[in-house]
Each structure stands twice: as C-alpha cells, then as structure tokens.
C-alpha cells in the first residue's frame, strides 16, 4: 500500500476541470453584457413584477459560483491524487487499516467527492420549481384579470389587454429563465459528478494495483 503514495512518472494528465470552468464562466459573462446591451435584462426584470424572476438568477449565479470552487477542488485533489495524497491517500490508508473491509473507506470516499453535489442539485431543482411557482401566479393574475371583467368597452380596449398580457408575461418569462437556468447549472453539475466518478475509479485501480 505504500507504493500508492508515490507518483508514477507517465502518469496520464489529469483533466483541466478548473480551466473548463472557467470558459463556460466566460461565455456566461459574455452572455450576460451581450444580453444587456440588448435590454434583455431589464425587460425581464420590468416584465415580472412578483420578483421571481430575479430570484432565479440570483440562485443561478450563487450555484454557478459554487460550481466553480468545486471544480478547483476536485481538481486540486485529483492531482493530489498522483502525488499519493488528499483524499485518496486517506481512502487507502483507511483500507489498509480495515484489511478486506472496502466498504466503508469507499463510502467515506464517495461522500467526500460526490456528498456536496446533492444538495446543488436540489437547488438546481429549486430554479424549475420558482419557474412553475411564477407561472402558476401568472395565470392566477390572468384569471383574476379576466373575471374582473364585467363589460366590454371597445375604447378601452388596449388597456384591457395590456393588464391580460401582464399576468401572461410573468408566467412565460419565469418558465423560461427557470428552465434556462436548470439546463445550464445542470450542464455544469453532470461535469462535476463525471470528474468525480473518474476519481474515485482511479483510487480504486490504484489501491488493486492497476493503475490508471
């Protein structure tokens, strides 16, 4: 078990995790100015008056954020993991001590590597959930609208359809920046859950011997 601690020359290069974050960071950054020159943002802002919208982005952006330390984590101790140390070193250490009991070092290993990324994916979830919660609000107010409506003038019209229109807005933008932003912290947690799943095989060939 001590030969495991020792880097290997020719060892295969570990994934640049952190740099393809990094990237997609850039991309997202230059997403949003692109977006803002345009007046996307604040037609969505103005367009919602009930907030969610907003929300979302804010949760988007928290998750996006944390998605980005992980990333530098995991790769920090994947590499780590070529020197013989981190995680993996304490995963090997702890198989040793247990003799042929693999279970729970694995399990303190895998709730190491992939424990954090479940509650980011409750929260990826949350995103969907407010995009539904602002679109059932938004066909509320329609409805609210609608049975307000006890005479028809035709001079009124625009006015009438502008207050209709409003609660239809809240609850197609909410739908769409949720599902938006459920696609694409999504994108970026199957990453992290893939590394992870890399890392953990590679302790494990190395504590049977095999290497990578």
């Known amino acids: 078990m001590k030969a495991l601690r020792l880097a290997r020359p020719g060892a295969p290069a570990v994934e640049p995790l952190w740099m393809e974050w990094l990237a997609l960071a850039g991309m997202f950054a230059f997403a949003t100015w692109l977006l803002g020159l345009k007046g996307v943002w604040q037609l969505l802002l103005h367009a919602d008056p009930t907030g969610i919208t907003l929300v979302i982005m804010v949760v988007f952006v928290a ?124 994108l970026q947690l199957t990453r992290l859950d893939r590394f992870a799943d890399a890392f953990v095989a590679s302790a494990q060939r190395r504590a049977l011997g095999q290497g990578d």
């Open 63 to 186: 998750a996006t954020l944390w998605c980005g330390m992980r990333s530098r984590e995991l790769e920090s101790q994947r590499h780590a993991l070529e020197r013989g140390e981190g995680w993996a070193a304490e995963y090997w250490a702890a198989l040793a001590a247990k003799g042929g009991d693999t279970g729970a070092p694995l399990d303190l290993l895998v709730e190491r590597t992939h424990g954090p990324h479940g509650t980011a994916w409750w929260v990826n979830g949350i995103q969907l959930k407010l995009g539904l919660l602002g679109k059932v609000i938004g066909f509320s107010v329609l409805a609210l609208q609608i049975g307000e409506i006890q005479n028809f003038d035709p001079s009124q019209s625009a006015n009438l359809l502008r207050s209709l229109t409003s609660g239809l807005g809240v609850a197609l933008l909410t739908t769409m920046v949720g599902l938006v932003g459920n696609i694409l912290l999504g």
